[in-house]
């Protein structure tokens, strides 16, 4: 038995695609949103028999965060804090569920909160990633969460910590939260990728010019680049192990 899961979008409804089928996803709308406008998913696990989906709630207030179970809400984050943004990605321990994304203390600007990362297990606080006292006193000082990943009982975390600069910033990666690279580099911080024993970063280096470029990173080490040519405005989402 094999299948492939693709998600679609119609306008209002949440999809997937199994051996080329396409199925409507009916997901349990929560009752504190009264103007719920759709739920959009943006990742889906299968573990232990069971669906798993990673999205949020539209509504005209914002974005709430939500995990669904088989199309049952399993939780959601506080919905009070509306800071339109999203998770970044989730895995499981034991039965657990955690989930990465932003910390929000206050929202001045929905479109650009002040924030640090954190993970969520079960939909409760479980872990703030970033100098929590530099949070506090500056403004400049936020974290941004970029991936989560997990390589059997160790779970690795990416983030991009601005320090105030628009662009200027550090990659940092964490294993069980205790951190074991930093990069100071220019640069956006796009993925990674947990093979084996190796881990692979991908950044794209802020530059003058028109040109995407894209820098891959071996645990640690350059080992190519990737350059577009100055019209092809390029967007790198991800990369895969195609050996397994």
Same mark, same amino acid.
């Given at each position: 038995?094999?299948?492939?899961?693709?998600?679609?979008?119609?306008?209002?409804?949440?999809?997937?695609?199994?051996?080329?089928?396409?199925?409507?996803?009916?997901?349990?709308?929560?009752?504190?949103?009264?103007?719920?406008?759709?739920?959009?998913?943006?990742?889906?696990?299968?573990?232990?028999?069971?669906?798993?989906?990673?999205?949020?709630?539209?509504?005209?207030?914002?974005?709430?965060?939500?995990?669904?179970? =088989? *199309? #049952? /809400?399993?939780?959601?984050?506080?919905? %009070?804090?509306?800071?339109? +943004?999203?998770?970044?990605?989730? &895995?499981?321990?034991?039965?657990?569920?955690?989930?990465?994304?932003?910390?929000?203390?206050?929202?001045?600007?929905?479109?650009?909160?002040?924030?640090?990362?954190?993970?969520?297990? =079960? *939909? #409760? /606080?479980?872990?703030?990633?970033?100098? %929590?006292?530099?949070?506090? +006193?500056?403004?400049?000082?936020? &974290?941004?969460?970029?991936?989560?990943?997990?390589?059997?009982?160790?779970?690795?975390?990416?983030?991009?910590?601005?320090?105030?600069?628009?662009?200027?910033?550090?990659?940092?990666?964490?294993?069980n939260y205790q951190e074991i690279f930093r990069k100071d580099l220019t640069m956006n911080f796009t993925c990674f990728l947990l093979t084996g024993e190796d881990i692979y970063i991908v950044y794209e280096p802020y530059t003058v010019t028109d040109q995407e470029i894209f820098t891959f990173l071996k645990n640690g080490k350059e080992v190519r680049s990737l350059i577009g040519?100055?019209?092809?405005?390029?967007?790198?989402?991800?990369?895969?192990?195609?050996?397994?």
């Open positions: 038995y094999t299948v492939n899961r693709f998600l679609t979008f119609d306008p209002y409804t949440p999809q997937y695609w199994e051996d080329g089928v396409i199925y409507d996803v009916d997901l349990e709308a929560p009752s504190f949103e009264s103007m719920t406008i759709y739920p959009y998913i943006q990742s889906v696990k299968e573990y232990k028999g069971d669906l798993y989906y990673m999205g949020f709630l539209r509504a005209a207030n914002g974005k709430t965060q939500c995990m669904w179970k =088989n *199309g #049952k /809400l399993l939780f959601h984050n506080d919905p %009070t804090l509306n800071s339109n +943004t999203t998770a970044k990605g989730f &895995v499981f321990e034991n039965n657990d569920v955690i989930m990465l994304t932003q910390y929000v203390t206050s929202i001045n600007d929905i479109n650009n909160p002040h924030c640090l990362a954190a993970t969520y297990r =079960n *939909g #409760k /606080l479980e872990h703030i990633i970033g100098d %929590t006292a530099l949070f506090k +006193t500056s403004r400049g000082y936020n &974290v941004y969460p970029i991936g989560i990943g997990q390589n059997g009982d160790d779970i690795y975390i990416g983030v991009f910590e601005k320090k105030g600069n628009y662009t200027f910033g550090d990659l940092v990666l964490y294993k040519k100055p019209q092809d405005r390029l967007h790198f989402q991800g990369i895969v192990d195609t050996h397994k």
